[in-house]
């Protein structure tokens, strides 16, 4: 089976950096994604790995490590817009399954 | 056009209606799913289709009908549905299955049965 597991809520300051971690259980991984999902919204894709080390994609990087089932995502120059909910996703051979979301909110 | 597109945005229905709730997506991709999304609770994949074949049906209940009449489209078929079915529905695609694919997702339906 699978289980990913990512803490609920997080707050931080806008400017500051804020690290959300994702840790997992699957077989047959096939990379390991981020999603931002604001209120109402649909997720939309941030970031991918599927090798181990980190990603940087702008203010974003995402970080894997395939043998602790450990991934985390780090937000730079925090900005009010980046409160929403981020989800950490587990590719296999065959689909993805999701984490229950982490809540960021970012206050002045 | 947007990339995945799910009407309606929002379904009020009672427990003896059936409805349907439809997605269309205009990005070439191969693979198309159906995800609901309860209040704090993980995304849970329902249905999985590649290529038209759905591959996949996690033990969801038959209230819940998919039909993917072709690869831009897809549609939930709902009938006799309880309260706690009430969630977001999304709909999303892939260019592939599995394979590193992200998710391009569409706005949701908010279904509410009363």
């Known amino acids: 089976g699978q289980n990913i597991d990512q803490p609920t809520e997080m707050t931080a300051t806008e400017g500051a950096i804020v690290q959300i971690n994702c840790t997992y259980q699957t077989s047959g991984f096939n990379g390991l994604f981020w999603y931002q999902q604001h209120a109402g919204e649909a997720p939309t894709f941030l970031s991918y790995n599927v090798l181990d080390g980190l990603e940087e994609k702008g203010r974003f990087s995402s970080f894997l490590s395939r043998s602790k089932g450990y991934s985390y995502l780090l937000l730079k120059e925090l900005q009010m817009k980046d409160s929403a909910s981020y989800l950490c996703a587990v590719g296999n051979n065959n689909d993805m399954r999701f984490g229950a979301g982490t809540r960021l909110t970012v206050k002045p | 056009e947007t990339g995945v597109t799910q009407t309606p945005r929002h379904l009020v229905m009672g427990m003896t209606n059936k409805k349907s709730l439809k997605c269309e997506q205009h990005l070439g991709h191969n693979a198309m799913y159906w995800y609901k999304q309860s209040a704090k609770k993980p995304l849970e994949l329902m249905f999985v289709?590649?290529?038209?074949?759905?591959?996949e049906n996690n033990s969801v209940p038959s209230r819940f009908s998919p039909e993917c009449p072709n690869s831009s489209h897809l549609f939930l078929h709902l009938h006799t549905l309880q309260p706690e079915d009430s969630a977001l529905y999304l709909c999303?695609?892939?260019?592939?299955?599995?394979?590193?694919?992200?998710?391009?997702f569409g706005n949701g339906t908010r279904l509410t049965v009363t």
């Open positions: 999303a695609s892939s260019q592939d299955r599995g394979r590193g694919s992200p998710l391009h």
């Open positions: 289709y590649s290529l038209e074949e759905r591959v």
